[in-house]
């Protein structure tokens, strides 16, 4: 199930119990005219329900990409999943070659 958010952004919420604790994490469905964005791939604990959430979200056409935030495994653990064909992979932790801060002054 996904709440929406704005009328092009939906949040999908999981949660569960990790070593005695309550993990939350949020993704977002982004649709813009150019495709549908996953903003994080989710924890491979609710791997099931975040692709039935997807699919139900967008009446089964699914994803056209998925942007990280970071890589740890609540937000990056169901990437292969997906089977996406990597393209250009960029890294917030290790900029681009085609930008980074030295490069742009």
Not at 1 to 21: A, D, K
Not at 57 to 81: C, F, K, M, Q, R
């Amino acid at each position: 199930m996904t709440v929406p958010v704005t009328p092009t952004v939906e949040w999908i919420n999981q949660c569960y119990e990790h070593e005695g604790r309550h993990e939350h994490v949020s993704l977002y469905l982004v649709r813009a005219p150019e495709g549908t964005v996953l903003v994080d791939s989710g924890s491979f604990y609710h791997r099931e329900a975040i692709t039935d959430a997807v699919d139900a979200a967008t009446d089964g056409e699914g994803l056209d990409a998925i942007v990280l935030s970071h890589s740890d495994y609540p937000h990056a653990a169901n990437v292969a999943s997906w089977n996406f064909t990597v393209r250009s992979p960029k890294s917030s932790s290790s900029p681009a070659s085609t930008w980074s801060p030295s490069s742009r002054w």
